[in-house]
């Protein structure tokens, strides 16, 4: 069962999709996650790629951030995150994309910047480097942005706008999370 651990809509229990088409984020990552950034969602814009049932996106806007743009290619899985949005009563706060990520990338390139990303890929896909090229070649980074991603390997991935900040493994699971640099800042998380 997954639920909203803390925040307004705490304890909500949201629904997900039926069958393997989506592997959830487990709560003992969901929660190590939000640890590590808590003083880094109030007031933040979220954009959750590979949305699934949007409980990572729905958990930041339950905490305090100020808005969320959630894609996933599935109709299903958008289904299920606007179900799951009004359930806990989030929706105003939430933009739901259904489409490819890099068409939605491309999408959203130039219309909008994010402070927090969550990019929880299929595993077998390993697309974790072309999503991390592909939001800051697209400029959907604000400065000192956050990026979560989610994989089943130790493997990280820097440019020159993202320096790997944390890794931390649970289970099979590894949670890197990456901070966006420029030249004047370092890379540690406030």
């Known amino acids: 069962m997954m639920r909203i651990i803390t925040g307004k809509a705490r304890g909500v229990k949201l629904d997900t999709l039926e069958g393997l088409a989506t592997r959830p984020t487990t709560e003992k990552v969901k929660e190590a996650v939000f640890s590590m950034i808590q003083f880094d969602i109030e007031g933040r814009r979220v954009l ?29 899985a958008a289904e299920i995150i606007r179900k799951n949005a009004l359930k806990t009563k989030l929706f105003p706060d939430v933009k739901v994309i259904v489409n490819d990520y890099k068409l939605a990338i491309k999408q959203l ?7 927090i990303v ?39 991935y820097e440019n020159e706008s993202l320096a790997l900040y944390k890794q931390n493994r649970y289970g099979k699971t590894y949670i890197s999370v990456y901070k966006k640099v420029s030249n004047e800042q370092d890379i540690t998380l406030n």
């Open 48 to 76: 959750d790629l590979f949305a699934g049932s949007g409980q990572m996106a729905l958990e930041a806007l339950s905490r305090g951030a100020r808005s969320a743009v959630l894609v996933d290619a599935s109709k299903e």
């Open 109 to 115: 390139s130039g219309m909008e910047r994010f402070d």
């Open 118 to 156: 969550f990019c929880d890929a299929p595993y077998a896909a390993k697309l974790t480097g072309d999503v991390l090229d592909r939001i800051c070649q697209a400029h959907l980074l604000s400065d000192g942005a956050i990026v979560i991603c989610e994989s089943d390997d130790d493997k990280t």
